[in-house]
């Protein structure tokens, strides 16, 4: 994951006299800008879900008559969610560790305990999403919970892009090993990874511990 | 050990420190912030000690801190001039988000308050 190790430039910090800060060294070596260009990707994703939770602020009380938050939402079902996939981004965290050091075991052990624990959050989800539709609550009931599915579900649908992902990347380690273009794919992995964690932390406070205040 | 090479201008987002020792302890610090973080978010929702108007904005609040602890620890976003880059694209994608959600809160808080009663609207219709 290091940079090219070719003379120090680019403006910000003016370290030559001969720099002039119009990057006539070029671009960045490619371990910087593809990460770079997946961050602003991931940037662009979080402003589709500011659109998903500000229409929900909007329509939350919009019931309908139908059921509202604090008759729906588990806390205790949420608490374990939450932990589950925090540790699923600790762990990808150590994944990527072993990774830079090419370590095959220890990154392989790391990388399946990260999808086990987003499989733990996901089917935990499901299972709030198929007993919440048996209650009578399904997504075209009222205004308020098309809302929740498409802000959760959106969610949702991102962490299991990132297990068929994360799986992806164990058999194209396990096939073609730690070369750069590999180890810059699973940066990127762990860029999304940790992302919708702190879109999960949202999620948590605004929609199931707000929604269920007394 | 130093963190950052002074040959190196700029840093991908989320890659590790150089340091085994150093990159591992960033993570477990992060863990157990996030988790102390999580840990009273909870508490917070479910006491009754606390002052209740408060408590929505305190939620926020502790939410807001435990994303920055996941963006220091766990993405590795610092201060220093290898990550410029990087914390201008977050403070923009920071700007945008803000800029969608209050804008999209306040004027459909208003319109809300401003479409009135329907009976009043009814009332309207039938004087003319």
Known sequence: ?214 | MTEHDPEKLNVAPGAPHSNLLSETVAYVIGLGLALLLTGISFWVASTTSLWGPGIATGLVVLAIAQMGVHLVFFLHITSGPDNTNNVLALAFGVLIVFLVMIGTIWIMAHMNANMGAPSEMMNLQMQH
């Not at chain 1, 509202?68 to 990808?92: G, M, P, Y």
Request: net charge neutral; aromatic share 12%.
């Open chain 1, 1 to 214: 994951m290091t940079a090219g190790t070719e003379a120090p430039a680019i403006g910000l910090t003016h370290m030559s006299s001969e720099d002039t800060g119009l990057g006539h060294r070029g671009p960045e070596s490619k371990s910087i800008v593809v990460p770079y260009g997946f961050w602003l990707f991931v940037l662009s994703d979080m402003v589709l879900f500011s659109a998903l939770f500000a229409s929900y602020a909007t329509l939350v009380h919009a019931t309908d008559g139908g059921p509202a938050t604090s008759q729906l939402f588990h806390r205790d079902l949420v608490a374990v969610e939450t932990i589950a996939l925090l540790l699923s981004s600790f762990v990808c965290g150590l994944a990527m560790i072993t990774a830079k050091r090419g370590n095959m075991m220890w990154t392989q052990a790391w990388l399946v305990l990260t999808g086990l624990f987003g499989l733990v959050f996901l089917s935990i989800e499901l299972y709030e999403f198929a007993s919440m539709v048996a209650e009578g609550a399904p997504p075209q009931r009222s205004a308020f919970l098309s809302a929740f599915f498409t802000l959760v579900g959106c969610h949702g649908a991102h962490v299991t892009c990132g297990l068929l992902w994360l799986g992806t990347m164990m058999a194209q380690i396990w096939t073609k090993g730690f070369k750069q273009h590999i180890l810059r794919r699973l940066l990127c992995f762990s860029i999304f990874w940790h992302a919708l964690d702190i879109i999960w932390v949202a999620i948590f406070t605004i929609v199931y511990l707000i929604g269920t205040l007394p």
